[in-house]
C-alpha cells in the first residue's frame, strides 16, 4: 500500500539552528514528492516538490528538501531556523496508482516549535 | 486575493442537517481536489474535478457526500444527514496544467462542527 510516514509527531529546535524534518514514503515507481506548510487557521502552503533531476530541490522561505531513493525519504531541512517557521509540516506523495489524477497521499504531520 | 477561496470558514450544524460548501478555485484552474483533514491527521482525498467532470471518488465519500463543479468553475460538497463522524475540516485545492498540476493550491478550509 502507498503511504507517508513522518515518524517525530513534534521537532522543537532553537532559533538559529539547523532543522530537519523527516519523511519516509511507500509507492510504486518512481516517487513524486512534496512538503507543505500550515499555519493556524489557514490552509497548507506549497513549499517544494520533488519529481525528478537534483536530489536536492530548493522551495520556498529558505527550505530544502533531499531525495534518497535508497533510503525513501524525503526530509526537510533548514540551515538556520526562525521563529516564525514553528507550523505544522506535511509531507505528501503522489498517489500512483489512481488514473494520474495526482490525488496526494499526506503524512499526519510534524509539528515544528522554534524556540527563541 | 487570487487564491482558493472556501465559504463558509466554519459551520455548526445539527446531526441530520444538511449543509453545504463552496469552493471558488484560482481562476485559471481546471483541476480541483477536496480533501478532508480531521485534528491530528493529514488530509485525505475525498474527489477530483477536471473542468465539470468528477474522475475521481474515495471510498471515503458515501452516497450521504455529493460534489458538483456544475460549469468548470466553482465547486460545491453538500453532506446530507451529517453525522457526528463528519466533523472536520474540509480542504479545497487546485491545480493548473502541463506541470503546473503537481502543484496544489489550497484554500483555508471549512470547518465543519456536527453537535
Known amino acids: 500500500a502507498q503511504s507517508v510516514a513522518q515518524p517525530e509527531d513534534q521537532v522543537n529546535v532553537a532559533e538559529g539552528n539547523p532543522l530537519t524534518v523527516k519523511c519516509t514514503y511507500s509507492?510504486?515507481?518512481?516517487?513524486?514528492l512534496f512538503w507543505y506548510v500550515q499555519y493556524p487557521n489557514r490552509g497548507l502552503q506549497f513549499l517544494l516538490k520533488?519529481?525528478?533531476?537534483?536530489?536536492l530541490v530548493k522551495g520556498s522561505y529558505g527550505f530544502e528538501a533531499e531525495f534518497n531513493k535508497s533510503q525513501t525519504s524525503f526530509h526537510l531541512k533548514k540551515p538556520s531556523a526562525l521563529v516564525s517557521d514553528s507550523a505544522l509540516y506535511f509531507c505528501a506523495v503522489r498517489d500512483m496508482v489512481s488514473g494520474g489524477y495526482n490525488k496526494l497521499i499526506f503524512g499526519a504531520g510534524t509539528r515544528l516549535a522554534v524556540h527563541p | 486575493d487570487t487564491g482558493v477561496s472556501q465559504d463558509p470558514r466554519h459551520k455548526i450544524t445539527k446531526r441530520g442537517q444538511n449543509v453545504t460548501f463552496r469552493c471558488d478555485p484560482i481562476?485559471?484552474?481546471?483541476?480541483l481536489y477536496w480533501y478532508r483533514q480531521t485534528l491530528g491527521q493529514g488530509p485525505e482525498f475525498l474527489t477530483y474535478f477536471q473542468n465539470e467532470a468528477q474522475l475521481e471518488k474515495s471510498r471515503l465519500l458515501s452516497d450521504r457526500f455529493s460534489a458538483e463543479r456544475p460549469k468548470g468553475s466553482f465547486s460545491t460538497l453538500e453532506i446530507q444527514r451529517t453525522e457526528q463522524g463528519d466533523s472536520a475540516m474540509y480542504l479545497c485545492a487546485s491545480s493548473g496544467s502541463g506541470r503546473a498540476i503537481y502543484e496544489q493550491y489550497f484554500g483555508p478550509g471549512t470547518r465543519l462542527t456536527v453537535t
Open positions: 520533488y519529481i525528478t533531476g537534483d536530489n
Open positions: 481562476s485559471e484552474h481546471n483541476r
Open positions: 509507492v510504486s515507481g518512481n516517487p513524486y
